[in-house]
Protein backbone atom coordinates (compact mmCIF):
# COMPACT_ATOMS: atom_id res chain seq x y z
CA UNK A 1 0.00 0.00 0.00
CA UNK A 2 2.89 2.55 0.77
CA UNK A 3 4.04 1.93 -2.57
CA UNK A 4 0.21 2.31 -3.95
CA UNK A 5 0.45 6.14 -1.99
CA UNK A 6 3.39 6.74 -3.96
CA UNK A 7 2.45 6.45 -7.01
CA UNK A 8 -1.11 8.22 -6.49
CA UNK A 9 0.90 10.91 -4.92
CA UNK A 10 3.37 10.74 -7.67
CA UNK A 11 0.88 12.47 -9.64
CA UNK A 12 1.10 15.71 -8.71
CA UNK A 13 4.75 15.58 -9.02
CA UNK A 14 -35.26 -1.77 -13.95
CA UNK A 15 -36.47 -4.78 -16.51
CA UNK A 16 -39.77 -3.67 -17.01
CA UNK A 17 -40.80 -1.50 -20.26
CA UNK A 18 -41.26 2.79 -19.15
CA UNK A 19 -44.63 2.60 -18.32
CA UNK A 20 -46.74 4.97 -15.93
CA UNK A 21 -44.26 4.10 -13.39
CA UNK A 22 -40.81 4.76 -14.18
CA UNK A 23 -39.59 4.55 -10.97
CA UNK A 24 -38.42 0.64 -10.80
CA UNK A 25 -35.76 -1.56 -9.24
CA UNK A 26 -32.81 -2.30 -11.96
CA UNK A 27 -32.82 -5.96 -13.71
CA UNK A 28 -31.15 -8.91 -11.41
CA UNK A 29 -28.01 -8.99 -12.25
CA UNK A 30 -26.44 -12.43 -14.14
CA UNK A 31 -22.86 -10.86 -14.07
CA UNK A 32 -19.63 -12.66 -14.29
CA UNK A 33 -18.04 -9.80 -12.44
CA UNK A 34 -17.44 -11.57 -9.03
CA UNK A 35 -13.78 -12.49 -8.74
CA UNK A 36 -12.95 -9.42 -10.96
CA UNK A 37 -9.57 -7.29 -9.03
CA UNK A 38 -11.95 -4.05 -7.66
CA UNK A 39 -11.83 -0.68 -8.67
CA UNK A 40 -11.47 3.33 -7.64
CA UNK A 41 -12.16 6.23 -9.42
CA UNK A 42 -11.93 9.54 -8.15
CA UNK A 43 -10.60 13.06 -8.68
CA UNK A 44 -7.50 12.95 -6.58
CA UNK A 45 -4.95 10.25 -6.16
CA UNK A 46 -4.66 10.15 -2.92
CA UNK A 47 -8.38 9.43 -2.13
CA UNK A 48 -8.38 6.90 -4.71
CA UNK A 49 -5.49 5.30 -2.63
CA UNK A 50 -7.66 5.32 0.01
CA UNK A 51 -10.63 3.41 -1.35
CA UNK A 52 -8.40 0.66 -2.75
CA UNK A 53 -6.66 0.55 0.79
CA UNK A 54 -10.41 -0.35 2.27
CA UNK A 55 -10.60 -3.15 -0.56
CA UNK A 56 -7.75 -4.37 -0.52
CA UNK A 57 -8.53 -4.67 3.73
CA UNK A 58 -11.56 -6.80 2.59
CA UNK A 59 -14.14 -4.57 2.35
CA UNK A 60 -17.23 -3.55 0.20
CA UNK A 61 -17.88 -0.73 -2.42
CA UNK A 62 -19.68 1.25 -0.09
CA UNK A 63 -16.64 0.53 2.73
CA UNK A 64 -14.28 1.69 -0.02
CA UNK A 65 -16.42 4.38 -1.15
CA UNK A 66 -17.12 5.77 2.65
CA UNK A 67 -13.05 5.86 2.86
CA UNK A 68 -12.55 7.43 -0.56
CA UNK A 69 -15.26 10.52 0.28
CA UNK A 70 -13.39 10.91 3.92
CA UNK A 71 -9.84 11.40 1.94
CA UNK A 72 -10.69 13.81 -0.31
CA UNK A 73 -12.60 15.64 2.20
CA UNK A 74 -8.93 16.26 2.99
CA UNK A 75 -6.92 16.70 0.47
CA UNK A 76 -10.04 18.33 -1.87
CA UNK A 77 -12.09 20.66 1.03
CA UNK A 78 -12.91 23.07 -1.32
CA UNK A 79 -15.23 20.43 -2.69
CA UNK A 80 -16.74 18.13 -0.48
CA UNK A 81 -16.52 16.62 2.43
CA UNK A 82 -18.59 16.10 5.88
CA UNK A 83 -19.96 19.68 6.31
CA UNK A 84 -22.05 19.14 2.68
CA UNK A 85 -24.01 16.47 1.46
CA UNK A 86 -24.25 13.67 -1.15
CA UNK A 87 -26.22 11.53 -3.26
CA UNK A 88 -25.48 7.66 -3.40
CA UNK A 89 -26.78 5.45 -6.31
CA UNK A 90 -25.67 1.74 -5.43
CA UNK A 91 -25.94 -1.64 -7.14
CA UNK A 92 -26.06 -5.05 -4.54
CA UNK A 93 -24.49 -7.90 -6.92
CA UNK A 94 -26.51 -10.42 -4.77
CA UNK A 95 -30.05 -9.21 -5.20
CA UNK A 96 -29.27 -7.51 -8.47
CA UNK A 97 -30.77 -3.96 -7.37
CA UNK A 98 -30.03 -0.57 -7.61
CA UNK A 99 -31.06 1.65 -3.79
CA UNK A 100 -30.13 5.41 -3.82
CA UNK A 101 -30.03 7.28 -0.61
CA UNK A 102 -30.46 11.19 0.03
CA UNK A 103 -28.08 12.59 2.43
CA UNK A 104 -28.62 16.17 0.82
CA UNK A 105 -28.71 19.48 2.92
CA UNK A 106 -31.57 20.41 4.35
CA UNK A 107 -32.68 24.04 5.72
CA UNK A 108 -33.07 24.95 9.29
CA UNK A 109 -36.91 24.72 10.41
CA UNK A 110 -36.70 28.57 11.41
CA UNK A 111 -36.12 28.87 7.47
CA UNK A 112 -38.78 30.71 5.60
CA UNK A 113 -39.53 31.44 1.59
CA UNK A 114 -37.78 35.16 2.55
CA UNK A 115 -34.65 33.50 3.96
CA UNK A 116 -32.80 35.65 2.25
CA UNK A 117 -33.95 38.84 1.84
CA UNK A 118 -33.11 42.01 3.96
CA UNK A 119 -34.25 43.88 6.65
CA UNK A 120 -35.48 46.21 4.38
CA UNK A 121 -37.39 43.49 2.03
CA UNK A 122 -34.70 43.65 -0.63
CA UNK A 123 -33.36 40.03 -1.73
CA UNK A 124 -29.73 38.99 -1.61
CA UNK A 125 -28.03 38.46 -4.74
CA UNK A 126 -26.72 34.95 -5.07
CA UNK A 127 -23.10 36.46 -4.54
CA UNK A 128 -23.89 38.42 -1.44
CA UNK A 129 -26.10 35.16 -0.31
CA UNK A 130 -23.04 32.71 -0.14
CA UNK A 131 -20.81 33.97 2.46
CA UNK A 132 -20.94 33.49 6.17
CA UNK A 133 -24.08 31.60 8.17
CA UNK A 134 -27.47 31.70 6.61
CA UNK A 135 -26.40 29.69 2.98
CA UNK A 136 -25.17 26.78 5.63
CA UNK A 137 -27.52 24.01 5.81
CA UNK A 138 -27.59 21.09 8.11
CA UNK A 139 -24.81 18.43 6.57
CA UNK A 140 -25.81 15.04 5.71
CA UNK A 141 -23.17 13.80 3.96
CA UNK A 142 -21.86 11.68 7.68
CA UNK A 143 -25.28 11.00 8.11
CA UNK A 144 -24.97 9.28 4.68
CA UNK A 145 -22.15 7.38 5.19
CA UNK A 146 -23.57 5.51 8.36
CA UNK A 147 -27.08 4.33 6.36
CA UNK A 148 -24.95 3.14 3.15
CA UNK A 149 -22.53 1.26 5.89
CA UNK A 150 -25.31 0.35 8.09
CA UNK A 151 -27.10 -1.56 4.32
CA UNK A 152 -23.84 -2.89 2.96
CA UNK A 153 -20.62 -2.23 4.59
CA UNK A 154 -18.19 -5.06 5.87
CA UNK A 155 -15.33 -3.26 7.79
CA UNK A 156 -15.72 -1.47 11.27
CA UNK A 157 -16.89 2.00 10.88
CA UNK A 158 -13.25 2.92 12.69
CA UNK A 159 -11.26 1.80 9.73
CA UNK A 160 -12.57 3.52 7.25
CA UNK A 161 -11.46 7.02 8.59
CA UNK A 162 -7.95 5.79 9.10
CA UNK A 163 -6.37 6.79 5.55
CA UNK A 164 -7.83 10.25 5.90
CA UNK A 165 -6.99 10.53 9.29
CA UNK A 166 -3.32 9.88 8.32
CA UNK A 167 -3.85 12.44 5.63
CA UNK A 168 -4.79 15.54 7.54
CA UNK A 169 -2.61 14.56 10.57
CA UNK A 170 0.76 14.52 7.90
CA UNK A 171 -0.06 16.18 5.46
CA UNK A 172 -0.37 16.33 1.88
CA UNK A 173 1.33 18.10 -0.99
CA UNK A 174 -1.76 20.65 -2.23
CA UNK A 175 -2.70 20.15 -6.04
CA UNK A 176 -3.06 22.33 -8.91
CA UNK A 177 -6.72 22.56 -8.68
CA UNK A 178 -6.59 23.09 -4.85
CA UNK A 179 -4.29 26.18 -5.57
CA UNK A 180 -6.34 27.23 -7.78
CA UNK A 181 -9.41 27.04 -6.13
CA UNK A 182 -8.21 29.20 -3.31
CA UNK A 183 -6.82 31.93 -5.47
CA UNK A 184 -9.73 32.25 -7.47
CA UNK A 185 -12.51 31.68 -4.99
CA UNK A 186 -10.84 31.92 -1.55
CA UNK A 187 -12.04 35.94 -1.17
CA UNK A 188 -14.77 34.90 1.32
CA UNK A 189 -12.90 32.74 3.26
CA UNK A 190 -12.87 33.94 6.98
CA UNK A 191 -9.69 34.54 8.99
CA UNK A 192 -9.87 30.57 10.40
CA UNK A 193 -10.96 29.28 7.39
CA UNK A 194 -7.74 31.36 5.31
CA UNK A 195 -5.15 29.99 8.33
CA UNK A 196 -6.57 26.37 8.41
CA UNK A 197 -6.27 26.39 5.04
CA UNK A 198 -2.78 28.21 4.48
CA UNK A 199 0.17 25.88 2.57
CA UNK A 200 3.17 25.29 4.36
CA UNK A 201 6.80 26.43 2.88
CA UNK A 202 7.15 22.85 2.27
CA UNK A 203 4.01 22.54 0.05
CA UNK A 204 2.38 20.77 2.42
CA UNK A 205 -1.00 21.21 3.83
CA UNK A 206 -1.23 19.71 7.47
CA UNK A 207 -4.88 19.94 9.39
CA UNK A 208 -4.60 18.58 12.94
CA UNK A 209 -8.10 20.20 14.03
CA UNK A 210 -9.92 18.00 11.48
CA UNK A 211 -7.83 15.20 12.05
CA UNK A 212 -8.55 15.41 15.64
CA UNK A 213 -12.61 15.57 14.94
CA UNK A 214 -12.11 12.45 11.92
CA UNK A 215 -10.87 10.76 15.22
CA UNK A 216 -13.57 11.61 17.28
CA UNK A 217 -16.47 10.69 14.93
CA UNK A 218 -14.60 7.69 13.69
CA UNK A 219 -14.29 6.49 17.59
CA UNK A 220 -17.98 7.88 18.99
CA UNK A 221 -19.87 7.27 15.94
CA UNK A 222 -21.91 9.45 13.64
CA UNK A 223 -24.20 10.55 16.15
CA UNK A 224 -21.02 12.55 17.92
CA UNK A 225 -21.14 15.14 15.18
CA UNK A 226 -24.82 16.01 15.11
CA UNK A 227 -25.78 15.69 19.01
CA UNK A 228 -23.61 17.64 21.63
CA UNK A 229 -20.71 19.82 22.21
CA UNK A 230 -19.42 19.39 18.92
CA UNK A 231 -22.98 20.04 17.09
CA UNK A 232 -23.10 23.23 19.71
CA UNK A 233 -19.93 24.08 17.81
CA UNK A 234 -20.93 24.51 14.53
CA UNK A 235 -24.62 26.09 15.69
CA UNK A 236 -22.21 28.79 17.18
CA UNK A 237 -20.20 29.23 14.75
CA UNK A 238 -23.00 29.57 11.75
CA UNK A 239 -25.17 31.54 13.81
CA UNK A 240 -22.34 34.12 14.83
CA UNK A 241 -21.38 34.89 11.64
CA UNK A 242 -20.00 37.90 11.13
CA UNK A 243 -21.65 37.25 7.17
CA UNK A 244 -25.22 36.76 6.87
CA UNK A 245 -25.86 34.79 10.39
CA UNK A 246 -28.07 31.76 10.71
CA UNK A 247 -30.92 30.68 12.99
CA UNK A 248 -29.95 27.22 13.16
CA UNK A 249 -30.40 24.87 16.23
CA UNK A 250 -28.94 22.09 17.56
CA UNK A 251 -32.61 20.35 17.25
CA UNK A 252 -31.98 21.22 13.10
CA UNK A 253 -28.65 18.67 13.30
CA UNK A 254 -30.13 15.83 15.82
CA UNK A 255 -33.80 15.91 13.71
CA UNK A 256 -31.25 15.11 10.41
CA UNK A 257 -31.74 12.19 8.66
CA UNK A 258 -30.50 10.64 5.04
CA UNK A 259 -33.23 9.09 3.54
CA UNK A 260 -33.64 6.08 1.13
CA UNK A 261 -35.61 6.97 -2.14
CA UNK A 262 -36.51 5.90 -4.95
CA UNK A 263 -34.36 5.75 -7.80
CA UNK A 264 -35.63 6.90 -11.66
CA UNK A 265 -34.55 4.33 -14.28
CA UNK A 266 -35.55 4.05 -18.25
CA UNK A 267 -34.65 1.84 -20.76
CA UNK A 268 -32.32 3.64 -23.79
CA UNK A 269 -31.86 1.86 -26.51
CA UNK A 270 -31.09 -2.04 -25.10
CA UNK A 271 -29.58 -0.48 -22.13
CA UNK A 272 -31.49 0.25 -18.46
CA UNK A 273 -30.53 3.57 -17.05
CA UNK A 274 -30.87 4.30 -13.52
CA UNK A 275 -29.83 7.39 -11.31
CA UNK A 276 -31.01 9.63 -8.51
CA UNK A 277 -34.55 11.17 -8.31
CA UNK A 278 -35.62 14.34 -6.14
CA UNK A 279 -34.39 16.62 -4.66
CA UNK A 280 -31.85 15.95 -7.59
CA UNK A 281 -32.77 17.22 -10.99
CA UNK A 282 -30.02 15.33 -12.47
CA UNK A 283 -31.32 12.12 -13.01
CA UNK A 284 -34.76 12.72 -14.60
CA UNK A 285 -33.28 15.38 -16.16
CA UNK A 286 -30.46 13.06 -18.22
CA UNK A 287 -33.07 10.94 -18.70
CA UNK A 288 -35.36 12.99 -20.40
CA UNK A 289 -32.21 14.24 -22.68
CA UNK A 290 -31.72 10.61 -23.39
CA UNK A 291 -35.13 9.63 -24.37
CA UNK A 292 -36.42 12.62 -26.48
CA UNK A 293 -32.68 11.74 -28.44
CA UNK A 294 -33.71 8.29 -28.40
CA UNK A 295 -35.33 8.60 -32.32
CA UNK A 296 -32.25 10.08 -33.70
CA UNK A 297 -29.78 7.60 -34.75
CA UNK A 298 -27.14 9.49 -32.41
CA UNK A 299 -24.47 6.29 -33.58
CA UNK A 300 -24.63 6.74 -37.36
CA UNK A 301 -23.91 10.82 -36.99
CA UNK A 302 -21.09 10.11 -34.80
CA UNK A 303 -19.34 12.42 -32.06
CA UNK A 304 -17.94 14.92 -34.83
CA UNK A 305 -21.46 15.74 -36.17
CA UNK A 306 -22.81 19.23 -36.12
CA UNK A 307 -25.99 18.32 -36.68
CA UNK A 308 -25.52 15.41 -33.49
CA UNK A 309 -24.63 18.02 -31.14
CA UNK A 310 -27.20 20.18 -32.75
CA UNK A 311 -29.77 17.68 -31.41
CA UNK A 312 -28.34 17.29 -27.80
CA UNK A 313 -28.65 21.32 -27.40
CA UNK A 314 -32.04 21.25 -28.39
CA UNK A 315 -32.96 18.04 -26.42
CA UNK A 316 -31.47 20.05 -23.21
CA UNK A 317 -32.72 22.71 -23.81
CA UNK A 318 -36.32 21.29 -23.12
CA UNK A 319 -35.14 19.02 -20.44
CA UNK A 320 -33.69 22.10 -18.49
CA UNK A 321 -37.04 23.87 -19.04
CA UNK A 322 -38.80 21.29 -17.33
CA UNK A 323 -36.53 20.77 -14.60
CA UNK A 324 -36.02 24.31 -13.34
CA UNK A 325 -40.08 24.81 -13.33
CA UNK A 326 -41.46 21.05 -11.62
CA UNK A 327 -38.09 19.67 -9.26
CA UNK A 328 -37.80 20.82 -5.92
CA UNK A 329 -37.84 18.37 -2.86
CA UNK A 330 -40.59 15.23 -2.87
CA UNK A 331 -41.41 15.84 0.80
CA UNK A 332 -42.47 20.17 0.03
CA UNK A 333 -43.53 19.68 -3.20
CA UNK A 334 -45.36 17.89 -6.08
CA UNK A 335 -42.79 16.75 -8.28
CA UNK A 336 -44.26 14.66 -11.43
CA UNK A 337 -42.12 12.60 -12.02
CA UNK A 338 -43.96 9.47 -13.85
CA UNK A 339 -45.33 12.19 -16.05
CA UNK A 340 -42.13 14.07 -17.06
CA UNK A 341 -40.77 10.34 -17.82
CA UNK A 342 -43.87 9.36 -19.11
CA UNK A 343 -43.18 7.83 -22.81
CA UNK A 344 -46.08 9.56 -24.60
CA UNK A 345 -44.88 12.99 -23.18
CA UNK A 346 -41.43 12.69 -24.53
CA UNK A 347 -42.57 11.54 -27.97
CA UNK A 348 -44.53 14.99 -27.84
CA UNK A 349 -41.29 16.82 -26.55
CA UNK A 350 -38.84 15.14 -29.20
CA UNK A 351 -41.22 16.18 -31.70
CA UNK A 352 -39.97 20.17 -31.26
CA UNK A 353 -36.81 18.92 -32.19
CA UNK A 354 -35.38 19.19 -35.86
CA UNK A 355 -32.25 18.59 -37.01
CA UNK A 356 -32.75 21.37 -39.79
CA UNK A 357 -33.42 24.27 -36.74
CA UNK A 358 -33.07 25.55 -33.76
CA UNK A 359 -36.61 26.03 -32.11
CA UNK A 360 -37.30 29.89 -31.80
CA UNK A 361 -38.72 30.12 -27.87
CA UNK A 362 -38.13 26.87 -25.42
CA UNK A 363 -40.61 26.92 -22.77
CA UNK A 364 -41.79 24.05 -20.12
CA UNK A 365 -44.28 21.65 -21.04
CA UNK A 366 -46.79 19.93 -18.97
CA UNK A 367 -46.36 16.57 -18.60
CA UNK A 368 -49.22 14.20 -16.94
CA UNK A 369 -49.86 14.88 -13.10
CA UNK A 370 -47.91 18.60 -13.57
CA UNK A 371 -48.70 21.36 -10.92
CA UNK A 372 -49.60 25.02 -12.23
CA UNK A 373 -46.08 26.61 -11.95
CA UNK A 374 -43.93 29.02 -13.16
CA UNK A 375 -40.24 28.80 -14.22
CA UNK A 376 -37.29 29.75 -11.85
CA UNK A 377 -33.55 30.43 -12.36
CA UNK A 378 -30.97 28.15 -12.77
CA UNK A 379 -28.44 29.21 -9.52
CA UNK A 380 -25.96 26.30 -9.15
CA UNK A 381 -22.45 27.36 -9.19
CA UNK A 382 -19.73 25.08 -10.56
CA UNK A 383 -18.31 22.61 -7.59
CA UNK A 384 -18.60 19.11 -6.07
CA UNK A 385 -16.83 15.80 -6.48
CA UNK A 386 -17.58 12.50 -7.74
CA UNK A 387 -16.47 8.71 -7.17
CA UNK A 388 -17.08 5.34 -8.83
CA UNK A 389 -16.17 2.32 -6.80
CA UNK A 390 -16.94 -1.57 -7.91
CA UNK A 391 -15.79 -4.17 -5.32
CA UNK A 392 -15.03 -8.21 -6.60
CA UNK A 393 -17.98 -9.19 -5.19
CA UNK A 394 -19.41 -7.21 -7.86
CA UNK A 395 -21.30 -4.29 -6.06
CA UNK A 396 -20.99 -1.32 -7.64
CA UNK A 397 -21.44 2.33 -5.81
CA UNK A 398 -21.76 5.88 -7.32
CA UNK A 399 -21.63 8.79 -5.16
CA UNK A 400 -21.50 12.55 -5.93
CA UNK A 401 -20.64 14.73 -2.80
CA UNK A 402 -20.71 18.65 -3.01
CA UNK A 403 -20.03 21.66 -0.40
CA UNK A 404 -21.90 23.19 -3.17
CA UNK A 405 -19.54 26.11 -3.78
CA UNK A 406 -15.98 26.30 -3.88
CA UNK A 407 -14.54 25.94 -0.35
CA UNK A 408 -18.70 26.46 0.41
CA UNK A 409 -19.72 29.39 2.72
CA UNK A 410 -16.26 29.95 3.80
CA UNK A 411 -16.70 28.97 7.68
CA UNK A 412 -14.75 26.19 9.10
CA UNK A 413 -15.76 23.66 11.74
CA UNK A 414 -12.24 21.90 13.19
CA UNK A 415 -10.17 22.20 9.75
CA UNK A 416 -14.14 21.34 7.92
CA UNK A 417 -15.87 23.29 5.53
CA UNK A 418 -19.03 24.24 6.00
CA UNK A 419 -21.40 24.16 2.61
CA UNK A 420 -23.69 27.08 1.12
CA UNK A 421 -26.46 24.47 -0.35
CA UNK A 422 -28.90 26.20 0.65
CA UNK A 423 -28.00 29.41 -2.21
CA UNK A 424 -29.22 26.37 -4.41
CA UNK A 425 -32.34 27.04 -3.58
CA UNK A 426 -34.45 30.46 -5.43
CA UNK A 427 -33.92 33.01 -3.35
CA UNK A 428 -37.09 34.96 -4.64
CA UNK A 429 -40.15 32.70 -3.71
CA UNK A 430 -42.80 33.96 -6.08
CA UNK A 431 -42.96 34.33 -9.50
CA UNK A 432 -45.21 35.85 -11.45
CA UNK A 433 -47.61 35.79 -8.91
CA UNK A 434 -47.02 31.79 -8.30
CA UNK A 435 -44.76 29.97 -5.30
CA UNK A 436 -41.72 28.48 -7.22
CA UNK A 437 -41.23 24.53 -5.89
CA UNK A 438 -37.46 25.12 -5.26
CA UNK A 439 -38.50 27.88 -2.78
CA UNK A 440 -36.83 28.03 0.83
CA UNK A 441 -38.56 26.54 3.99
CA UNK A 442 -37.74 25.54 7.44
CA UNK A 443 -36.50 21.74 7.13
CA UNK A 444 -36.62 21.32 2.86
CA UNK A 445 -34.01 20.16 0.73
CA UNK A 446 -32.55 22.28 -2.19
CA UNK A 447 -33.01 20.95 -5.82
CA UNK A 448 -29.34 19.87 -7.14
CA UNK A 449 -28.12 18.69 -10.45
CA UNK A 450 -25.85 16.05 -9.22
CA UNK A 451 -26.70 12.68 -11.31
CA UNK A 452 -24.77 9.83 -10.07
CA UNK A 453 -25.62 6.77 -12.71
CA UNK A 454 -25.21 3.65 -13.06
CA UNK A 455 -26.24 1.68 -16.73
CA UNK A 456 -27.15 -1.65 -17.13
CA UNK A 457 -26.72 -3.62 -20.45
CA UNK A 458 -29.29 -5.66 -21.78
CA UNK A 459 -28.81 -8.80 -19.59
CA UNK A 460 -28.77 -6.86 -16.72
CA UNK A 461 -24.90 -6.59 -16.05
CA UNK A 462 -23.70 -3.42 -14.93
CA UNK A 463 -21.91 -1.94 -17.93
CA UNK A 464 -21.02 1.44 -16.70
CA UNK A 465 -21.22 3.56 -13.57
CA UNK A 466 -20.86 7.78 -14.04
CA UNK A 467 -20.87 10.66 -12.15
CA UNK A 468 -19.72 14.32 -12.48
CA UNK A 469 -19.21 17.68 -10.67
CA UNK A 470 -19.92 21.30 -12.15
CA UNK A 471 -22.94 23.06 -10.94
CA UNK A 472 -25.75 22.27 -13.44
CA UNK A 473 -23.60 21.84 -16.12
CA UNK A 474 -23.54 18.07 -14.17
CA UNK A 475 -26.97 17.09 -15.98
CA UNK A 476 -25.07 18.30 -19.63
CA UNK A 477 -21.95 15.74 -18.85
CA UNK A 478 -23.84 12.71 -17.67
CA UNK A 479 -25.59 12.91 -20.61
CA UNK A 480 -22.53 13.55 -23.41
CA UNK A 481 -20.91 10.71 -21.36
CA UNK A 482 -23.76 8.16 -21.78
CA UNK A 483 -24.20 9.15 -25.60
CA UNK A 484 -20.32 8.64 -26.14
CA UNK A 485 -20.43 5.61 -24.20
CA UNK A 486 -23.89 4.09 -26.15
CA UNK A 487 -24.49 5.59 -28.96
CA UNK A 488 -20.44 6.33 -30.55
CA UNK A 489 -19.19 3.07 -29.13
CA UNK A 490 -16.40 4.94 -27.12
CA UNK A 491 -14.51 4.11 -23.91
CA UNK A 492 -16.02 5.93 -20.79
CA UNK A 493 -12.36 8.28 -20.45
CA UNK A 494 -13.10 8.73 -24.14
CA UNK A 495 -16.30 9.98 -23.73
CA UNK A 496 -15.36 12.48 -20.03
CA UNK A 497 -12.65 13.54 -22.88
CA UNK A 498 -15.00 15.08 -25.14
CA UNK A 499 -15.84 18.58 -25.55
CA UNK A 500 -19.23 19.83 -24.13
CA UNK A 501 -21.96 21.54 -25.60
CA UNK A 502 -24.01 22.68 -22.74
CA UNK A 503 -27.04 24.48 -23.45
CA UNK A 504 -29.57 24.97 -20.63
CA UNK A 505 -31.34 27.93 -22.61
CA UNK A 506 -31.24 29.91 -25.99
CA UNK A 507 -27.83 30.43 -26.03
CA UNK A 508 -25.29 27.12 -25.80
CA UNK A 509 -21.59 27.00 -24.47
CA UNK A 510 -19.14 25.11 -26.50
CA UNK A 511 -16.41 24.33 -24.27
CA UNK A 512 -13.17 26.43 -24.91
CA UNK A 513 -10.30 24.33 -25.87
CA UNK A 514 -12.06 21.89 -26.92
CA UNK A 515 -13.30 20.17 -30.39
CA UNK A 516 -16.68 21.55 -29.61
CA UNK A 517 -15.59 25.24 -29.76
CA UNK A 518 -14.70 24.62 -33.80
CA UNK A 519 -18.46 23.50 -34.37
CA UNK A 520 -19.42 27.59 -33.78
CA UNK A 521 -20.01 28.00 -37.77
CA UNK A 522 -21.68 24.87 -38.71
CA UNK A 523 -24.01 25.17 -35.32
CA UNK A 524 -24.84 28.85 -36.34
CA UNK A 525 -25.99 27.81 -40.07
CA UNK A 526 -28.67 25.67 -37.59
CA UNK A 527 -29.77 28.42 -36.16
CA UNK A 528 -28.00 27.96 -32.95
CA UNK A 529 -26.76 30.81 -30.80
CA UNK A 530 -23.39 29.68 -29.30
CA UNK A 531 -20.48 31.39 -27.10
CA UNK A 532 -16.98 29.79 -26.42
CA UNK A 533 -16.13 29.70 -22.91
CA UNK A 534 -13.92 27.24 -20.85
CA UNK A 535 -16.81 25.13 -18.35
CA UNK A 536 -15.81 23.49 -15.00
CA UNK A 537 -16.17 20.16 -15.52
CA UNK A 538 -15.01 16.82 -13.75
CA UNK A 539 -16.44 13.27 -13.85
CA UNK A 540 -15.25 10.22 -12.76
CA UNK A 541 -16.45 6.29 -14.20
CA UNK A 542 -15.73 2.62 -13.77
CA UNK A 543 -17.11 0.39 -16.67
CA UNK A 544 -17.32 -3.10 -17.20
CA UNK A 545 -15.08 -3.98 -21.00
CA UNK A 546 -13.03 -6.27 -21.51
CA UNK A 547 -14.05 -8.65 -18.91
CA UNK A 548 -12.33 -6.28 -16.18
CA UNK A 549 -13.22 -3.40 -14.63
CA UNK A 550 -11.82 -0.45 -16.15
CA UNK A 551 -11.67 2.94 -14.83
CA UNK A 552 -11.61 6.69 -16.18
CA UNK A 553 -11.11 9.83 -15.21
CA UNK A 554 -11.17 13.50 -16.41
CA UNK A 555 -8.20 14.70 -18.15
CA UNK A 556 -9.49 18.25 -16.65
CA UNK A 557 -9.24 17.05 -13.25
CA UNK A 558 -6.07 15.36 -11.40
CA UNK A 559 -8.18 12.18 -11.12
CA UNK A 560 -7.12 8.97 -11.76
CA UNK A 561 -8.23 5.62 -11.28
CA UNK A 562 -6.24 2.46 -9.29
CA UNK A 563 -7.55 -1.08 -9.50
CA UNK A 564 -7.52 -3.24 -6.28
CA UNK A 565 -4.63 -5.59 -8.44
CA UNK A 566 -2.60 -1.78 -8.36
CA UNK A 567 -3.69 -0.77 -11.91
CA UNK A 568 -3.67 2.93 -12.59
CA UNK A 569 -5.47 4.59 -14.86
CA UNK A 570 -4.38 8.47 -15.72
CA UNK A 571 -5.90 10.29 -18.13
CA UNK A 572 -3.58 12.04 -20.43
CA UNK A 573 -3.86 15.90 -19.70
CA UNK A 574 -5.69 18.01 -21.77
CA UNK A 575 -4.33 21.21 -23.07
CA UNK A 576 -4.70 23.84 -20.50
CA UNK A 577 -7.50 26.77 -21.27
CA UNK A 578 -7.29 30.27 -20.09
CA UNK A 579 -9.21 31.18 -17.13
CA UNK A 580 -10.55 27.56 -16.56
CA UNK A 581 -12.90 27.88 -13.82
CA UNK A 582 -11.24 25.61 -10.68
CA UNK A 583 -14.38 23.08 -10.27
Known sequence: MKTLIALAAASFACTPALAKAPIVKAPIARTPTIGAPGMVSAADPRAVAAGVE????????????????????????????????????????????????????TAPHAATPRWFYTADGTPLTHAEAVPGGRSVGVPGALRGMALAHRQSGRLPWARLFQPAIRLARDGFKVSPRFRNSAESFGGHLTPEADATFKVGADGILRNPAQAALLTRIAAHGPDSFYVGPQAQKLVTTVNTA??????????DLASYEAKPRDPVCVPYRSYRICGMGPPSSGGVTVLMILKQLERFDMGKLGKDSPVAWHLFAESSRLAYADRNLYVGDPDYVRVPIEGMLDPAYLASRSALISPDTTLAKVTAGTPPGAPARTPAPVSEVAGTTDLAVADRDGNVVEVTTTVEGPFGSGLVVD????????????????????LVANRVEGGKRPRSSMAPTIVYDASGKVRLALGAAGGSTIIAQIAKALIGVLDWNLSA????????????????????????????????????????????LKANAIEWRGGRWVGAADPRSEGVAIGEDGRIARPQPMAPVANRPSE
Open 54 to 105: ILKAGGTATDAAIATMLALNVVEPQSSGIGGGSFWVSHAAKSGTVTTIDARE
Open 242 to 251: TRNPSQMTTG
Open 415 to 434: GTVLNNELTDFDIVPVDAGY
Open 493 to 536: EDAIRLGLVYAPGPVATLEAGTPAATLQPALAKLGERTQVAPLG
